[in-house]
């Protein structure tokens, strides 16, 4: 096969992977606006809640990411969980940032803040997931 065709067939695995992506996505960030709104209600500063509300959607978004985005079955490596640790442990710090700059600094509402934090982080994370933590081999698939 020529390169022409490799980066093609490339391209449309890469883009119906980012659908699948945001598609899973969607629904953790819903159970993550869940349980961000729920700690809120109780009283729970903002900075808090994100971080009990991310945690929780973490655990969901590694699986469905690994087993339905990646099609990977294989066994769980210590390695792809650490990095998956890493990734959004990066992600809930720039998170946390990102928040405090659009409510407290730019007096956006607080749940409108969290929408455009989501948002811009959304490519971060799919970028570190595919070509870092469930990176395979071209040839895989």
């Known amino acids: 096969m020529n390169i022409g065709v490799n980066l093609k067939v490339f391209l449309i695995k890469m883009g119906k992977q980012f659908v699948k992506f945001s598609i899973n996505g969607g629904f953790c960030a819903g159970v993550e606006f869940l349980g961000f709104w ?3 209600y109780f009283g729970k500063n903002y900075m808090v809640s994100q971080i009990f509300s991310y945690s929780i959607s973490m655990s969901l978004n590694f699986i469905l990411n690994r087993f339905w ?3 990977l079955r294989a ?3 210590q390695l792809e969980a650490f990095k998956f640790l890493v ?3 990066i992600t809930m710090v720039s998170m946390l940032f990102l928040i405090y700059i659009f409510k407290d600094r730019m007096n956006l509402n607080l749940f409108a803040s969290k929408i455009l934090a989501t948002s811009i ?3 971060f994370n799919f970028f570190c997931y595919k070509f870092w933590v469930f990176k395979r081999n071209f040839v895989e698939g």
Do not use: A, G, Q
């Open 69 to 71: 985005t990646f099609s």
């Open 121 to 123: 982080l959304m490519f």
């Open 75 to 77: 066994e769980i490596k």
């Open 87 to 89: 990734v959004n442990i």
């Open 38 to 40: 729920f700690f809120i």
